[in-house]
């Protein structure tokens, strides 16, 4: 289905999500963040420790190029998810993706509505895309720099905990809903 530019007659809101808004909701949220990068680090860090990333045998230059490293890729990757989510919403039909950033939570938005399907596609192209990038690059690094990698892979699924939550809430929701993400919110509207 292509995006929609207007909302169809007789379709009425059921549900409304807004991180910003919803305390209760966005510490769920970012709870279930913690928990999927958790569940990612710690059974990893039996097979190659944590520490190898703060390992200073090769120097002290280094160890502070892992890290100036590690935080290009993480500010890299926050612009390159959400580069995705706009190229789905483009392959999905929409003219004009809106980006932005609130402080804690960087954004691709629209003012066009989305069926069901295009919008679980929509919010998992990002996790999919880069989970699968990111699971070919790490087996290919040397022990040294595999944290730095695999620091992006836990960001990337656990930073995808809203896409995942909605991907969720919205498959269990009524087929002929409509789905408008403005960036910060998204709201579901279904046939009265």
């Keep these: 289905m292509k995006a929609l530019t207007q909302l169809p007659e007789g379709y009425e809101e059921i549900y409304s999500v807004d991180l910003q808004k919803n305390k209760k909701l966005a510490l769920f949220v970012n ?5 999927i990068g958790v569940i990612l680090a710690v059974p990893v860090h039996f097979s190659i420790p944590i ?23 993480l500010v890299m990757y926050m612009v ?32 066009d509505y989305y069926d069901r399907a295009s919008y679980i596609f929509i919010a998992l192209a990002p996790v999919v895309l880069w989970g699968i990038v990111l699971a070919l690059i790490t ?3 040397p022990t040294s720099w595999f944290w730095v990698v695999y620091s ?5 699924l656990s930073g995808a905990a809203g ?22 919110g998204m709201h579901v509207y279904s046939k009265k």
Excluded at 31 to 35: E, K, Y
Excluded at 53 to 67: P, S
Aim: hydrophobic share 50%.
């Design 152 to 156: 992006i892979q836990i960001s990337n």
């Design 51 to 73: 520490w190898t990333l703060f390992d200073m045998e090769q120097g002290l230059a280094v160890y502070f190029t892992r890290f100036a490293v590690l935080m290009l890729l």
């Design 139 to 141: 087996p290919c690094v």
């Design 31 to 35: 709870f279930l963040a913690v928990v």
């Design 163 to 184: 896409d995942l939550f909605v991907a969720f809430k919205f498959s269990r929701l009524p087929k002929d809903i409509l789905i408008r993400d403005h960036g910060v």
């Design 80 to 111: 390159l998810h959400e580069l995705v989510h706009g190229m789905a919403m483009k392959l999905c039909g929409t003219r004009k993706v809106k980006y932005g950033f609130t402080g804690l939570y960087a954004f691709a938005g629209s003012d």
